[in-house]
């Protein structure tokens, strides 16, 4: 099994995707979307961003 994407509804009935790890464990959450559309866009924008985002360390 690979890593995949899970589009769902929240409890207010808005868009969310889920990016699950081969283990079943989640590993991203996005926000609340309006639309199906927009919330397929969002894991578009991940998939094409994420390769290239710099890691940056917070410090308190």
Do not use: W
Request: contains cysteine.
């Amino acid at each position: 099994m690979s890593a995949k994407f899970e589009i769902y509804k929240d409890k207010s009935n808005k868009h969310r995707f889920r990016l699950k790890a081969t283990n079943g464990e989640i590993i991203a959450q996005s926000e609340a979307y309006e639309s199906l559309a927009a919330c397929k866009e969002g894991v578009e924008s991940v998939k094409k961003n994420a390769p290239a985002a710099d890691i940056v360390e917070l410090k308190d």
